[in-house]
């Protein structure tokens, strides 16, 4: 049996209008346009093509993009101050620091300079820690994962209950996935490149999300008739069949996966465009709140 396939493209579309709707309907009820600052320090080509597509989103939707470029010999006092302009305007909504930041500065002092009300990212501290305690509720999670849990809705199935393999721990992603499962009531177990024995608890998942940035790491062999596989992993492997001689896979097998699987997500065209969709989406929830008060 084939797997059904989760379309994280068209998933991510509806998800980007929903966005712009609702900055629509903000900026018809109160006069404000959600506004995003994008920061990127140094010249990274690949950061740059990041921040270029969530600057594009924005223009799409109706949001304000405010770009800020540093040179990458800014210094942490520099980027400091350009955090803490952006947390005093009120225009400014939501703050992006794009990372990786150059090796001189502090990320992690960075990510918390961010007012957590601006920290449409989710990776400030004190969002994580809420996102971690039962009960409480942060302001906002990291996209990535935010936009698994919206992926998995759209399947219908209830995740309560389940048992839920998260492959990595990262701060991005495995980490706050493994959190939000274990809020949706799934039993959460989390696996990295120290576990032992990682092919028997993936045979024993309902479903497996997978984050580990390794090509076709999961084999179908590895994995539960009937399970339901989310892969994050986007890696290039050399394909000379194609122009740019590479091509993109995920961190599972997807070809032989589907067979096993009972629905699945593809790489590319599954989780990826879903990460810009949830910024897209929590920056506006960021301006409904300002305009709020709350
Ligand atoms: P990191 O490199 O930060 O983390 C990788 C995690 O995988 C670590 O926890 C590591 O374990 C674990 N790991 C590595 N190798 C193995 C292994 N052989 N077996 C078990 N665990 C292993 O990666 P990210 O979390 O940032 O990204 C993961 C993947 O997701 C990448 O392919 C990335 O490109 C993709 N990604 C996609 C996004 C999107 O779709 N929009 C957004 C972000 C990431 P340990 O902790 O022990 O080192």
Same mark, same amino acid.
């Given at each position: 049996?084939?797997?059904?396939?989760?379309?994280?493209?068209?998933?991510?579309?509806? /998800?980007? !209008?929903?966005?712009?709707?609702?900055? #629509?309907?903000? *900026?018809? %009820?109160?006069? @404000? =346009?959600?506004?995003?600052?994008?920061?990127?320090?140094?010249?990274?080509?690949?950061?740059?093509?990041?921040?270029?597509?969530?600057?594009?989103?924005?223009?799409?939707?109706?949001?304000?993009?405010?770009?800020?470029?540093?040179?990458?010999?800014?210094?942490?006092?520099?980027?400091?101050?350009?955090?803490?302009?952006?947390?005093?305007?009120?225009?400014?909504?939501?703050?992006?620091?794009?990372?990786?930041?150059?090796?001189?500065?502090?990320?992690?002092?960075?990510?918390?300079?961010?007012?957590?009300?601006?920290?449409?990212?989710?990776?400030?501290?004190?969002?994580?820690?809420?996102?971690?305690?039962?009960?409480?509720?942060?302001?906002?999670?990291?996209?990535?994962?935010?936009?698994?849990?919206?992926?998995?809705?759209? /399947?219908? !199935?209830?995740?309560?209950?389940?048992? #839920?393999?998260? *492959?990595? %721990?990262?701060? @991005? =992603?495995?980490?706050?996935?493994?959190?939000?499962?274990?809020?949706?009531?799934?039993?959460?177990?989390?696996?990295?490149?120290?576990?032992?024995?990682?092919?028997?608890?993936?045979?024993?998942?309902?479903?497996?999300?997978?984050?580990?940035?390794?090509?076709?790491?999961?084999?179908?062999?590895?994995?539960?008739?009937?399970?339901?596989?989310?892969?994050?992993?986007?890696?290039?492997?050399?394909?000379?069949?194609?122009?740019?001689?590479?091509?993109?896979?995920?961190?599972?097998?997807?070809?032989?996966?589907?067979?096993?699987?009972?629905?699945?997500?593809?790489?590319?065209?599954?989780?990826?465009?879903?990460?810009?969709?949830?910024?897209?989406?929590?920056?506006?929830?960021?301006?409904?709140?300002?305009?709020?008060?709350?």
């Amino acid at each position: 049996m084939s797997a059904r396939l989760i379309d994280g493209k068209r998933i991510a579309l509806e /998800t980007r !209008l929903a966005a712009g709707r609702a900055a #629509a309907e903000l *900026l018809a %009820r109160t006069g @404000i =346009v959600p506004g995003l600052a994008t920061v990127l320090v140094g010249e990274d080509p690949a950061s740059a093509v990041y921040v270029g597509s969530k600057e594009r989103a924005c223009k799409e939707l109706g949001i304000a993009s405010f770009g800020f470029r540093l040179p990458a010999s800014a210094s942490q006092a520099e980027l400091e101050a350009q955090v803490d302009a952006l947390n005093a305007r009120p225009d400014v909504h939501g703050i992006l620091v794009q990372m990786p930041l150059p090796e001189h500065l502090d990320s992690d002092a960075i990510i918390d300079r961010i007012h957590p009300r601006k920290d449409v990212d989710g990776f400030n501290t004190l969002n994580v820690g809420l996102l971690a305690q039962r009960g409480r509720k942060p302001d906002f999670v990291a996209c990535t994962p935010a936009g698994v849990m919206v992926l998995l809705e759209h /399947t219908g !199935l209830t995740i309560a209950g389940m048992d #839920a393999v998260v *492959l990595g %721990r990262s701060n @991005i =992603v495995g980490l706050p996935m493994a959190m939000l499962l274990q809020r949706a009531d799934a039993t959460v177990t989390v696996c990295h490149s120290r576990t032992r024995h990682l092919a028997d608890h993936l045979r024993r998942a309902d479903l497996v999300v997978a984050a580990i940035g390794r090509p076709e790491y999961v084999r179908a062999d590895m994995l539960k008739p009937g399970v339901v596989v989310v892969d994050v992993g986007i890696n290039r492997v050399p394909d000379p069949t194609t122009n740019k001689g590479y091509r993109l896979v995920g961190d599972v097998d997807f070809a032989a996966a589907r067979e096993v699987a009972s629905w699945i997500t593809p790489v590319p065209g599954g989780v990826g465009p879903m990460t810009i969709a949830m910024l897209m989406r929590q920056t506006v929830q960021a301006a409904e709140r300002a305009a709020r008060g709350s």
